[in-house]
T-cell receptor
Framework: EADIYQTPRYLVIGTGKKITLECSQT?????MYWYQQDPGMELHLIHY???????EKGDLSSESTVSRIRTEHFPLTLESARPSHTSQYLC?????????FGPGTRLTVT | DQQVKQNSPSLSVQEGRISILNCDYT??????FLWYKKYPAEGPTFLIS?????DKNEDGRFTVFLNKSAKHLSLHIVPSQPGDSAVYFC??????????????FGKGITLSVRP
């Protein structure tokens, strides 16, 4: 099982602020993912990476951006937060097929 | 258009009895299926998976059954315990052996196990 960490766990921030959600994993997995999930809804893939310097947009359009400069680190950035960005953000990594998730960041934009 | 459907939003069972959680899919290319368990304010935890070359996979109290012709899978939990109360997500992938292992998730089923 992967050790995968996300910070912060909870974030309340005002409209227009720039934020970065951190995600790190210690298992050396090449594949990493970001999902957005609202209560009662499915997880929506917003970004993924299959290795260093590789990033792709997911199935759900998102105004966020990601980077993958190191294998273990996959941060997500919102340049200007809006109330519509309020959601839970889940990071995952994968050695092959199973994905292992971090604890998530609950973001509230006021 | 949802490709992975969990049509029952909730299920309540008595402790010690069997819980059966259902999942249907529409994409014939899906060949690998997973179940995740999620507590509030936490990330999903991987439970069990099955590839399309099998019709059953068992791990302790958890068994997943796959019916490819019906495009249906189910997760059986027996015996159910109060700690099993959580949201259960079904997920599917279209490339078991390939690099593009993106998962498509259902909306989840909330399982409540009554003491």
């Amino acid at each position: 099982e992967a050790d995968i960490y996300q910070t912060p766990r909870y974030l309340v921030i005002g409209t227009g602020k720039k934020i970065t959600l951190e995600c790190s994993q210690t298992m050396g997995h090449d594949k990493m993912y970001w999902y957005q999930q609202d209560p009662g809804m499915e997880l929506h893939l917003i970004h993924y990476s299959y290795g260093v310097n590789s990033t792709e947009k997911g199935d759900l359009s998102s105004e966020s951006t990601v980077s993958r400069i190191r294998t273990e680190h996959f941060p997500l950035t919102l340049e200007s937060a809006r109330p519509s960005h309020t959601s839970q953000y889940l990071c995952a990594s994968s050695p092959k097929n199973e994905q292992y998730f971090g604890p998530g960041t609950r973001l509230t934009v006021t | 258009d949802q490709q992975v459907k969990q049509n029952s939003p909730s299920l309540s069972v008595q402790e010690g009895r069997i819980s059966i959680l259902n999942c249907d899919y529409t994409n014939s290319m899906f060949d690998y299926f997973l179940w995740y368990k999620k507590y509030p304010a936490e990330g999903p935890t991987f439970l069990i998976s099955i590839s399309s070359i099998k019709d059953k996979n068992e791990d302790g109290r958890f068994t997943v059954f796959l019916n490819k012709s019906a495009k249906h899978l189910s997760l059986h939990i027996v015996p159910s315990q109060p700690g099993d109360s959580a949201v259960y997500f079904c997920a599917a992938s279209a490339s078991f052996t390939g690099a593009n292992s993106k998962l498509t998730f259902g909306k989840g089923i909330t399982l409540s196990v009554r003491p």
